[in-house]
């Protein structure tokens, strides 16, 4: 609520043309501040009445959410009443009472006319008469809150009588089902009972009358087991004298049991000698037919195994350099090794070019990781085709000397060459660290896990294409123009090649295509450079991506003998040695 205190937010009244200033402003604030007060006084007034009507009506109900906020409102209306008396109180008991009148006395000119006078007296009498009368209300106010707090102990006496009477109805009426469930409860267990005897009266005169009936039958029956026991002594000595007779017969069907049983025995040591005679000549038989199988499985297993000899002779001259004719049980087929080939892509490949990121760019590991790739599958078809006949010739000839490169004329038979070619590839996974040991020294790259892992599998693809008949081959030369048949796109798609990134996988050179390449796009024509292919050494001072073809003198010279050494610094590609 705002209120106006004394020296604030005054108006100025129509004697403010006055000199003296002690006279309008003490007069005007004080009295303006009374008439706020008593006017706020009696509008909380007004707001107590209401809202002591709500609570009244509001606790007839038992459960009322509204009642907390009308108690709130009743409390802070009789708040605001006080707050208005006591600053009422503060003004009208203060001991400047007459200090206005004196400073109006000071400032006003004694020699001013009579009607000046009566007017300031006649103002000062209306302001009395407003504050007396505002005064009254106030103090009737006053009364009204304590006759507000009586009646508010007595309707909390009310309300406390008037629960305690619930609760004594509510203890009637409960007191009142109690007796009225124990009052039927007896009725039924009184009418259980006058039903149960009335019950047991039946019965008992219906065992008295089943008795006499049950004497009058035991009579009759005793009677009827009279003469039966008289029927039943007949019969049994009737009995008595079949069964003598019986057994007299008896006597002699044993008589006769005990022949027929000795002439049956006869029979029976007759049939069992010839029987045994029989399972003799049986089993002379069986031991025959046995003999005559076991020699027709020796028979029909020397037959298979010339036909299966005869079959894999005729097989190793057909896969003869017939990469169209593929064993589906050798695991390392070529299209097993051209799944490969895409794991190592997958991941290898790609855990590799990770730990290479810290030292290269991206088109310098691409160029490095496929150098590694071509630079090994080089080293493999050099190791399984350079005088690999003449070594075995020379071992089983001169077995000491054969570390020497051997001179002599190949001697080995075509269908001996096919056998030893067959060999070499079933024991293809069985030498691959071996293998390793030999070109892993001659290729360099980071010694890291990755990378190595990387190289290792590189070794595993290289020696596997390489062993096959004829090897596969690995071509990483593309036409400027982006063949979608033979290579996959990288990270862009154009019209034209920019580079490779993964070679593509044949089945021979010149032969179908069993795994795509992978190829940088562009929309731009590069300049014509032909690419790393398989077998052709590239010059060692350029990336793989920009090697020209090498010349059959160089290709003579040292065959597969480059090495690849990652560059210290990431500014430019790898070098080669």
Not at 242 to 260: G, P
Not at 301 to 314: D, F, G, P
Not at 389 to 404: D, H, M, W
Not at 545 to 565: D, V
């Amino acid at each position: 609520m705002a209120t106006a205190y004394y020296g604030q937010g005054s108006t100025p009244s129509r004697s403010s043309d006055l000199k003296s200033n002690a006279y309008k402003e003490p007069y005007n604030h004080e009295a303006e501040t009374l008439l706020v007060q008593t006017k706020l006084a009696y509008e909380a007034a007004k707001v107590v009445g209401k809202e002591q009507k709500n609570i009244e009506r509001k606790m007839k109900k038992e459960l009322s959410k509204e009642l907390p906020g009308c108690i709130n409102k009743y409390n802070n209306g009789i708040k605001e009443i006080k707050d208005a008396f006591a600053r009422i109180g503060d003004i009208v008991n203060s001991d400047k009472e007459d200090y206005r009148f004196a400073d109006q006395i000071r400032g006003v000119d004694r020699r001013r006319p009579v009607f000046w006078k009566k007017k300031k007296e006649h103002e000062r009498s209306r302001v009395e008469e407003t504050f007396t009368g505002h005064q009254s209300e106030s103090f009737l106010c006053l009364n009204k809150d304590g006759e507000i707090k009586q009646l508010q102990d007595k309707i909390n006496e009310l309300q406390d009588s008037l629960e305690n009477l619930n609760q004594i109805i509510r203890s009637k009426d409960g007191l009142e089902k109690q007796h009225h469930a124990e009052k039927q409860h007896l009725q039924r267990k009184y009418e259980e009972e006058i039903h149960v005897k009335e019950e047991a009266l039946r019965n008992l005169n219906q065992i008295i009358r089943s008795k006499d009936e049950l004497e009058k039958q035991h009579h009759a029956e005793k009677q009827h087991l009279q003469r039966k026991y008289e029927e039943e002594i007949h019969v049994k000595e009737e009995a008595l004298r079949n069964l003598n007779q019986i057994i007299r017969s008896k006597d002699e069907l044993e008589k006769q049991h005990h022949a027929e049983k000795q002439h049956l025995q006869r029979k029976y040591e007759e049939e069992i000698h010839v029987k045994e005679e029989a399972f003799r000549n049986l089993n002379e038989v069986i031991q025959s037919n046995d003999e005559l199988y076991r020699k027709h499985d020796v028979e029909m297993q020397a037959k298979e195994e010339a036909l299966r000899r005869l079959s894999s002779v005729a097989s190793r001259q057909m896969r003869d350099r017939n990469p169209n004719i593929t064993d589906l049980s050798d695991p390392n087929r070529p299209t097993k090794i051209a799944e490969k080939m895409s794991e190592l892509f997958d991941n290898q490949w790609t855990d590799a070019f990770d730990v290479l990121e810290r030292e290269m760019d991206d088109r310098q590991i691409i160029e490095t990781l496929l150098d590694t790739l071509m630079r090994v599958s080089d080293e493999c078809r050099r190791l399984s085709d350079e005088n690999f006949f003449e070594r075995v010739q020379q071992s089983i000839e001169s077995p000491i000397e054969a570390t020497e490169i051997p001179k002599n004329r190949i001697l080995l038979s075509d269908q001996l060459k096919q056998q030893i070619k067959e060999f070499r590839k079933i024991r293809a996974a069985a030498v691959l660290k071996d293998i390793e040991k030999i070109i892993k020294p001659r290729i360099k790259l980071v010694n890291h896990p990755e990378v190595q892992d990387y190289l290792s599998r590189c070794v595993e693809i290289g020696w596997l294409c390489a062993v096959q008949d004829p090897p596969l081959f690995l071509k990483a030369q593309s036409p400027l123009e982006f063949d979608t048949n033979a290579f996959k796109d990288y990270t862009k798609r154009g019209k034209y090649v920019e580079y490779v990134v993964w070679p593509a996988l044949y089945l021979h050179e010149g032969g179908v295509l069993l795994a795509k390449g992978v190829a940088q796009g562009t929309d731009h024509k590069p300049t014509p450079v032909r690419n790393y292919v398989e077998g052709r050494q590239p010059p060692p001072a350029l990336p793989y991506s920009k090697m020209q073809a090498a010349s059959p003198e160089n290709n003579a010279a040292q065959p597969g003998r480059a090495t690849l050494a990652p560059s210290n610094n990431t500014s430019g590609p790898a070098k080669t040695k």
